[in-house]
């Protein structure tokens, strides 16, 4: 029987980023012939000093060539504030016969071009915007970004959703936000995904990566990981460990993706002195180290903003504290974390906190019933809710 071809537009796809279009491809690839096409650029959002610690540079040789056992063509490409382009794009698709071309986040710009280009193939598209990408702004310039959202970007969005089968979220917040541009289309959820072949439980990661760092077995490492910036709230965490630590002597703290900026300083200087035995902080890892380290850890906090690493660390059985919102309220199955709000009925961060470290079971087998629910939330799972969900609406 012949695989079906299924092409990847994205503006950017960098292995190592572990983000939703690398899961969703590695998934896919089983199950039809994969082509990725995207710009010759890394994503903007790795800083230099992120890249030099990987060994990566910052373009790609233009060009076809086979990675990962899948095809990824690369386009040379211009590239300004975080979108990118391609001359070639609308040609590269004339010339190719697909079954199916995902569209991944349009606002990137490249994968946009897909609506510009007549063709007879099946089409979804992938959004992963909201709200969150604007935290770090005022409220007026929130509003003001929205209202040249709504005529430039937004009216893109328009057309692709138009030229597209099914429009997938990748939080409820996304699908709400941007509903407007999404009239008469068949939209639906998908969670941003991790790969399972590289986000694992491991007891011999575990107790290795315990070992190194100095953590004792009856201790209860609490964590986070991600790019550290003040819009995601990563005090409200460093003081809910400051209000436990002092009546638990057990916990520790571990922070991943120190910059040795202002804000990853301010963060350590708030580690009250007698407790920063007990904190440790970690500049940023690639995939093995990050895996590493959610296997080390008891418990996973995102204070504020949703990202791939949340995904990531409950894939290696993690037990997790999310704020419940339209960002991440969507992931916690029972008995995979605790959820925390401002306040009554919802529990402050100190208190959900607390309830998961005395309350959850952090043995091996409890950890792998933890990882085996999380499941729905990997890129094969995630391939087939794409796949399943495009057969729902017959063309």
């Known amino acids: 029987m012949t695989r079906p071809r299924v092409g990847v537009l994205v503006g950017y796809f960098d292995w190592f980023s572990g983000y939703q279009e690398t899961a969703l491809v590695k998934a896919l690839e089983p199950l039809a012939e994969v082509e990725v096409i995207a710009s010759d650029r890394v994503s903007p959002i790795f800083s230099d000093a992120h890249l030099e610690r990987l060994g990566v540079e910052r373009t790609y040789a233009p060009g076809s060539s086979t990675e990962r056992g899948v095809t990824v063509t690369r386009l040379p490409s211009q590239e ?32 946009a071009a897909g609506a510009f280009v007549p063709k007879s193939e099946r089409r979804i598209v992938l959004y992963g915007d909201n ?19 709504a005529v430039t970007k937004g009216q893109v969005y328009r057309l692709v959703n138009r030229r597209s089968d099914v429009v997938f979220g990748y939080t409820p917040e996304t699908l709400h936000r941007l509903a407007p541009f999404q009239k008469g289309c068949q939209t639906a959820l998908l969670p941003l995904a991790y790969d399972s072949n590289t986000y694992f439980q491991s007891e011999e990661l575990r107790e290795s990566g315990r070992a190194e760092l100095g953590f004792q077995p009856h201790e209860r ?14 005090e409200l965490l460093v003081d809910a460990f400051t209000e436990i630590a002092e009546q638990q002597p057990e916990v520790r703290l571990l922070v991943v993706g ?98 998961t470290l005395t309350t959850f079971d952090f043995g ?8 085996d629910a999380n499941g729905w939330l990997a890129g094969d799972g995630i391939a087939r809710t794409a796949l399943n969900g495009l057969a729902r609406y017959p063309a």
């Open 80 to 111: 300004r504030r975080s979108m990118v382009w391609s001359r070639d794009v609308r040609r590269l698709l004339r010339e190719r016969d697909f079954d199916l071309l995902v569209q991944v986040m349009p606002g990137q710009g490249l994968s």
């Open 258 to 355: 120190d910059d040795g900026g202002d804000y990853s300083t301010s963060l350590q200087r708030r580690v009250p002195e007698a407790l920063r035995s007990r904190a440790t902080f970690l500049g940023f890892q690639d995939a093995e180290g990050l895996n590493r380290l959610f296997n080390v850890a008891d418990v996973g906090v995102w204070p504020a903003l949703p990202a791939v690493t949340i995904q990531q660390a409950m894939g290696t059985g993690l037990a997790v504290c999310l704020p419940q919102n339209e960002w991440v309220g969507h992931l916690i199955r029972p008995g995979s974390g605790t959820y925390f709000g401002p306040g009554t009925p919802v529990p402050t961060l100190p208190a959900a906190l607390r309830e």
């Open 221 to 234: 490492v609490v964590m986070t990981a991600g790019k550290l910036v003040p819009y995601k709230r990563l």
């Open 364 to 371: 091996s087998s409890a950890r792998r019933d933890r990882r």
């Open 131 to 149: 709200s969150a990408m604007w935290s770090g702004l005022s409220g007026w310039k929130q509003r003001l970004k929205w209202v040249v959202f």
